[in-house]
Nanobody, 124 residues
Framework: QVQLVESGGGLVQAGGSLRLSCAASGRTVSSYYMGWFRQAPGKERDFVAARNWSGRNTYYADSVKGRFTISRDNAKNTVYLQMNSLKPEDTAVYYC?????????????????WGQGTQVSVSS
C-alpha cells in the first residue's frame, strides 16, 4: 500500500506561484509513475502533469505547459508541482497519484493510489 499526502495549496492572486508537495509513505515510489490531477467543482478530474522515475518521460496538459513543472525527489519519496503564472481557471482541488505502470500516464485509470487533495484558489 502507498499513502500519499499533498500539501502547499492555498489562495493566490493571478500571476502568482505555488508549489505543491506530495509525500509518499508505506512503500517507496521511486519506480512508480507519479502524476498530478485537478478537479474543479462540478467537473471531472483532469490530468495536469506526470513523470516517470527518471524524468525521461514527462507529460503536461496543454493548459499548463510552460507554466507548471513536475519534479520528484526519489530519496525523499516526494513529488512536487511548481505552478507559476497562475490563472483563475487553475482553481481546483489538486490530487497526487502513483501508478505502477506507464500504460496510461495521462488518465485517472493509470493510477492505483491517490492522495486526499489540496485546494488551490486563484483570485483575479
Amino acid at each position: 500500500q502507498v499513502q500519499l499526502v499533498e500539501s502547499g495549496g492555498g489562495l493566490v492572486q493571478a500571476g502568482g506561484s505555488l508549489r505543491l508537495s506530495c509525500a509518499a509513505s508505506g512503500r517507496t515510489v521511486s519506480s512508480y509513475y507519479m502524476g498530478w490531477f485537478r478537479q474543479a467543482p462540478g467537473k471531472e478530474r483532469d490530468f495536469v502533469a506526470a513523470r516517470n522515475w527518471s524524468g525521461r518521460n514527462t507529460y503536461y496538459a496543454d493548459s499548463v505547459k510552460g507554466r507548471f513543472t513536475i519534479s520528484r525527489d526519489n530519496a525523499k519519496n516526494t513529488v512536487y508541482l511548481q505552478m507559476n503564472s497562475l490563472k483563475p481557471e487553475d482553481t481546483a482541488v489538486y490530487y497526487c497519484a502513483a501508478g505502477l505502470t506507464s500504460l496510461r500516464p495521462t488518465s485517472v485509470l493509470g493510477y492505483e493510489y491517490w492522495g486526499q487533495g489540496t485546494q488551490v484558489s486563484v483570485s483575479s
